[in-house]
Structures are given as structure tokens and as C-alpha cells.
């Protein structure tokens, strides 16, 4: 379902994204949004998803490496550690 909203810009443009939407989306003061104009006319804003969090997603249910584990490996790329 598609959720709407009406908001009033600012005298200087801004406008407020509703605080359930920045929870839902995990937005904070430091995240970035990327905009775009449409040919229609229609603004639409995208949260940028850091790289790291794409890569979080990968690995989801997988668990953690051990110390031996991840020492192994570690001797299995660099021998002479």
C-alpha cells in the first residue's frame, strides 16, 4: 500500500520527512537522499544506501566467523603471519 502525505515547503524550500517514514527507512541526521525530477513533474526521493550496508544484507543469517576460522583464513592469504 502507498502511503501519502501533504507538507507545506519552507520559506527556503525544505520540507520534512515524516519521522514513522525516517524509522521505516532507517533515515538519520546523517544519511544522504538522492532526487529526481520526472518528466511528469514528480519529485522522488531515494535514501543512498552505503555500500557496507548492501554488504551487511549479503551476509544475513551467515554466521560470524571464530578466532580459528578467521585466523586460518588469514594464514591461508598471507602465509608468512
Known amino acids: 500500500m502507498t502511503e501519502k502525505i501533504h507538507q ?3 520559506s527556503n ?3 520534512v520527512i ?6 521505516k527507512l532507517a ?4 544519511s ?3 532526487m529526481e525530477l520526472d518528466e511528469d513533474h514528480k519529485i522522488i526521493i531515494t535514501k543512498k544506501t552505503h555500500p557496507l ?4 544484507s549479503l551476509f544475513e543469517g551467515v554466521d560470524p ?3 580459528e576460522e578467521f ?3 588469514k594464514h591461508s592469504i598471507f602465509p608468512n603471519t
Do not use: C
Open 8 to 10: 507545506k515547503v519552507s
Open 13 to 15: 524550500g525544505r520540507i
Open 18 to 23: 515524516p519521522k514513522d517514514w525516517r524509522d
Open 27 to 30: 533515515i538519520n541526521d546523517t
Open 32 to 34: 544522504e537522499v538522492e
Open 53 to 56: 550496508e548492501i554488504e551487511d
Open 65 to 67: 566467523f571464530t578466532e
Open 71 to 73: 585466523k586460518d583464513a
